[in-house]
């Protein structure tokens, strides 16, 4: 209520003459308080009205809610005195009759989920001013509150506190309380980001639930910064970094992080896209150089009535028609593909020669949606732009099925650079993307012959083609297949030193449970396949410039 200047009152012939006086703007209804007759001002005429009012003698024009100057929902005597003594100035206003409406208390928090011996602390929207606040928890055997709001989780189940000002006003948070987990793990634990570029990293403890209270350590700051406490991750400069994180109670995990330099260019898999009506599929869009990376990128449509698209790329055929779905990096590097939604899946009926997977994309780094056993029967209605990859549908389900598994023999019979990418696809396949299996094939079917080195891609299309090459060509081939089903690979330059520093190469990739390296040059008898640095004594190399596989 806004208090305006009021005429002051005249004593005459002994009795108190009482002024027009502007009055009191109510916030809640635009009306001005104590204007009885709506004139636009209070003034005696006003309190007269209320008196006629009350007395059920009015007939002009009345505006009750005016009227009700002391706000309690009735229009009375009570009301009349008051108008008087305000036009009287023996009240500044009439906020003193005015309900006291108290500040809404709310909690920075409404849930919680916490482990046994975990701490967090409430805020809530009070000030020193707006008085004091205390917290109470209903079941102290679950979890305790202190006078500032810091909950202790003190054992299994669910309490509920509840926050009580001085003024009554009350909220309350739902807690609920895990044993202390017996496992953690993280929720990205081998992500690849560009320069510039942020995500989260949580600890996940006993499988898949969110932990609070794990702190977050980056062993390389200048090339990856973590926050402490929320675990925020921020790309600094081209290199490796791994995070660790300790829970609460002690137990570790790791985040292996590769940063790359910000893209420079981005596309999708396929520049078309068919789907079907009610297909619900994840787009990722990619970088074009090796050297580059983005973790996250954002998704919009130019006709959500056809497609429509969230945040992270999720992209569901709502009618039939076609769409663009355009994606932008972190950095504004944008790629848009068209999506053609159909009908029907068309009549073309294809069965599976081999068990495969049925994938979210046309590449091997896409997730299956189901495996398929061999024998099943599928209606195809697409392809990708390279021609080896099928749209399929099977059943409620929709997606990419490599061609081989659909009764092609070879995609590729003479290897070069630009034929490399389907022979390689077609060896993937074979070896059913096991790493094991792939790195076997590089090992024990490629002939040892001298050869210079080359470009990376020229070594390993000369690999797979004559099926011979020495380190540097099986190396090469190594590099290329892992990053082809999805792993971040590194060229490694060495030496072995039980053969007086001889000159040597290798393949260091960044798997689930950190980098891991790989040999496939018959040096000795043993194996180097996915181990560590431990199992690699009899190589040198420059640890300062490769990262760590512990």
């Given at each position: 209520m806004?208090?305006?200047k009021?005429?002051?009152?005249?004593?005459?012939s002994?009795?108190m003459?009482l002024?027009a006086?502007?009055?009191v703007?109510?916030?809640?209804?635009?009306?001005?308080?104590?204007?009885?007759?709506?004139?636009?001002?209070?003034n005696?005429?006003d309190?007269?009205?209320?008196?006629?009012?009350?007395a059920?003698?009015?007939?002009?024009?009345?505006?009750?809610?005016?009227?009700?100057?002391n706000?309690?929902?009735?229009v009375d005597?009570?009301?009349v005195?008051?108008i008087?003594?305000?036009?009287a100035?023996?009240?500044?206003?009439?906020?003193?009759?005015?309900?006291?409406?108290?500040?809404?208390l709310?909690?920075?928090?409404?849930?919680?989920?916490?482990?046994i011996?975990?701490?967090?602390a409430?805020t809530?929207?009070?000030?020193?001013?707006?008085?004091t606040?205390?917290f109470?928890?209903?079941?102290?055997?679950?979890?305790v509150a202190?006078?500032?709001?810091?909950?202790?989780?003190?054992?299994?189940?669910?309490?509920?506190?509840?926050?009580?000002?001085?003024?009554?006003?009350?909220?309350?948070?739902?807690?609920?309380?895990?044993?202390?987990?017996?496992?953690?793990?993280?929720?990205?634990?081998?992500?690849?980001?560009?320069?510039?570029?942020?995500?989260t990293?949580?600890?996940l403890?006993?499988?898949?639930?969110?932990?609070f209270?794990?702190?977050?350590?980056?062993?390389?700051?200048?090339?990856?910064?973590?926050?402490?406490?929320?675990?925020?991750?921020?790309?600094?400069?081209?290199?490796?970094?791994?995070?660790t994180?300790?829970s609460?109670?002690?137990?570790?995990?790791?985040?292996?992080?590769?940063?790359?330099k910000?893209?420079?260019?981005?596309?999708?898999?396929?520049?078309?896209v068919n789907?079907?009506?009610g297909?619900?599929?994840?787009?990722y869009?990619h970088?074009?150089s090796r050297?580059e990376?983005?973790?996250?990128?954002?998704?919009?449509?130019?006709?959500?009535?056809?497609?429509?698209?969230?945040e992270?790329g999720?992209?569901?055929?709502?009618?039939?028609?076609?769409?663009?779905?355009?994606?932008?990096?972190y950095?504004?590097?944008?790629?848009s593909?068209?999506?053609?939604?159909l009908a029907?899946?068309?009549?073309?009926?294809?069965?599976?020669?081999?068990?495969?997977?049925?994938?979210r994309?046309?590449?091997?780094?896409?997730?299956?949606?189901?495996?398929?056993?061999?024998?099943?029967?599928?209606?195809?209605?697409?392809?990708?732009?390279d021609?080896?990859?099928?749209?399929?549908?099977?059943?409620e389900?929709c997606?990419?099925?490599?061609?081989?598994?659909?009764?092609?023999?070879?995609?590729?019979?003479?290897?070069?650079?630009?034929t490399?990418?389907?022979?390689?696809?077609?060896?993937?396949?074979?070896?059913n993307?096991?790493?094991?299996?792939i790195?076997?094939?590089?090992?024990?079917?490629?002939?040892?012959?001298?050869?210079?080195?080359?470009?990376?891609?020229?070594?390993?299309?000369?690999?797979?083609?004559?099926?011979?090459g020495?380190?540097?060509?099986r190396?090469?081939?190594m590099?290329y297949?892992?990053?082809?089903?999805?792993?971040?690979?590194?060229y490694v330059?060495g030496?072995?030193?039980?053969?007086?520093?001889?000159?040597?190469?290798?393949?260091?990739?960044?798997?689930?449970?950190?980098?891991?390296?790989?040999?496939?040059t018959?040096?000795?008898v043993?194996e180097?396949?996915n181990?560590?640095?431990?199992?690699?004594?009899?190589f040198a190399?420059?640890h300062?410039?490769y990262?760590?596989?512990?």
């Open positions: 806004i208090p305006i009021k005429a002051a009152a005249v004593l005459l002994g009795a003459l002024s006086a502007p009055a703007l109510a916030a809640e209804t635009g009306r001005l308080i104590g204007d009885a007759d709506t004139s636009g001002e209070v005696t005429i309190a007269t009205a209320v008196q006629r009012y009350v059920e003698m009015q007939t002009e024009p009345f505006d009750t809610v005016a009227a009700d100057v706000r309690d929902n009735a005597v009570n009301d005195t008051i008087q003594r305000y036009l100035e023996y009240i500044p206003d009439f906020d003193a009759w005015a309900p006291v409406v108290p500040k809404e709310t909690l920075s928090d409404t849930e919680l989920t916490l482990d011996g975990e701490r967090f409430l809530t929207s009070y000030t020193e001013e707006d008085g606040v205390s109470a928890s209903d079941d102290p055997n679950v979890a202190d006078d500032n709001g810091e909950i202790t989780a003190t054992g299994a189940g669910t309490a509920v506190v509840t926050a009580t000002a001085s003024n009554g006003m009350t909220a309350a948070c739902t807690v609920t309380v895990w044993n202390a987990p017996q496992k953690l793990g993280v929720n990205l634990p081998a992500p690849s980001l560009g320069v510039g570029e942020t995500c990293l949580h600890a403890y006993d499988g898949s639930r969110v932990g209270g794990a702190k977050f350590v980056s062993d390389n700051p200048a090339v990856l910064s973590a926050n402490p406490v929320t675990g925020e991750l921020v790309a600094k400069s081209v290199g490796y970094a791994t995070v994180v300790t609460y109670n002690g137990l570790t995990a790791k985040c292996y992080v590769s940063v790359k910000a893209p420079s260019r981005v596309a999708f898999s396929n520049k078309t789907m079907l009506t297909e619900s599929v994840q787009f869009l970088t074009l050297d990376a983005l973790f996250h990128a954002s998704y919009t449509t130019d006709n959500e009535a056809v497609v429509s698209v969230t992270g999720m992209v569901t055929a709502n009618s039939v028609g076609t769409a663009t779905v355009t994606a932008t990096a950095n504004g590097m944008t790629a593909v068209q999506v053609n939604v029907s899946a068309g009549t073309v009926t294809k069965t599976t020669t081999s068990a495969v997977g049925l994938r994309d046309s590449t091997w780094k896409a997730s299956n949606i189901v495996i398929l056993p061999k024998g099943t029967r599928v209606t195809a209605f697409g392809t990708s732009t021609g080896r990859w099928i749209k399929a549908q099977y059943g389900h997606g990419w099925i490599y061609n081989k598994a659909l009764g092609v023999t070879t995609n590729c019979t003479t290897v070069t650079v630009s490399l990418p389907a022979a390689a696809d077609d060896l993937i396949f074979d070896c993307l096991n790493t094991k299996k790195f076997d094939f590089v090992l024990h079917k490629l002939a040892y012959r001298s050869i210079n080195e080359q470009g990376l891609e020229e070594m390993a299309a000369y690999a797979l083609q004559y099926r011979r020495a380190c540097y060509q190396a090469a081939l590099c297949l892992l990053d082809r089903i999805g792993y971040d690979t590194i330059s030496t072995v030193t039980i053969y007086g520093n001889t000159h040597h190469k290798w393949c260091l990739a960044k798997t689930a449970n950190g980098w891991r390296h790989f040999d496939p018959p040096v000795t043993t180097y396949c181990v560590t640095d431990k199992e690699m004594s009899i190399w420059d300062t410039k990262p760590a596989a512990q």
